[in-house]
């Protein structure tokens, strides 16, 4: 496993902090795993609420509404096929890859866990591998193609993961 490095902020109070910042490290981690990135990364993520990611939302793509959650990836990468060679990636001080950004909503995540019928630490594991492989370079702009494979990686990933499995 590569060296990571998660800088997690919650801007929501909740008693889950523990168990939202490992299920969010596992999550990446596995993630990173799976797609075969062994270069050490950085990535950035922000735990908040409904009105937090409302805000964000409008400001970054002018959409007046929350959301579940928003990626901001530092690269253009190709889905499934990573360099092979990372050095222009590297910031040159840490030696790290700054893959990007990640914006949960806490508040989005358990009420979409309750409709969804399962935890909330499998919402927030999900929404975590969507955002990292956002960041790796998958979209699902189309509703064919693109979203079928960043799904299958999804649920594949997921699998892998403990207490992240569909009931």
Same mark, same amino acid.
């Given at each position: 496993?590569? =060296? ?6 919650? $801007?929501c109070?909740? &008693?889950?902090?523990p ?7 596992? /999550? ?10 062994t ?7 922000l735990i908040?609420?409904?009105k ?5 939302? =409008?400001?970054?793509?002018n959409? $007046? ?25 590297l ?5 790290? /890859?700054?893959?990007?950004?990640? /914006?949960?909503? &806490? ?8 409709e969804f019928?399962?935890?909330?630490k ?5 929404l975590t591998?969507h955002?990292? &492989?956002h960041? &790796? ?7 064919g193609?693109? =979203?079928?494979q ?11 993961i403990?207490?992240?499995?569909r /009931?």
């Amino acid at each position: 496993m590569s =060296k990571m490095k998660i800088n997690l902020t919650f $801007d929501c109070f909740t &008693l889950r902090q523990p168990q939202i910042t490992g299920i969010i490290r596992k /999550c990446v981690e596995a993630t990173m795993e799976a797609e075969g990135i062994t270069v050490p990364c950085e990535i950035n993520v922000l735990i908040t609420n409904d009105k937090g990611i409302h805000a964000i939302n =409008k400001a970054s793509r002018n959409i $007046d509404r929350p959301t579940d959650v928003l990626s901001f990836p530092m690269f253009e990468l190709e889905a499934g096929n990573p360099p092979k060679v990372w050095d222009e990636y590297l910031d040159p001080e840490s030696n790290m /890859c700054p893959l990007g950004d990640m /914006c949960i909503s &806490l508040e989005r995540a358990a009420a979409q866990a309750k409709e969804f019928g399962h935890s909330l630490k499998r919402e927030v594991g999900y929404l975590t591998i969507h955002s990292m &492989l956002h960041l &790796l370079g998958y979209d699902h702009m189309d509703e064919g193609e693109q =979203k079928r494979q960043m799904r299958s990686r999804e649920e594949a990933i997921a699998a892998t993961i403990p207490g992240m499995q569909r /009931c």
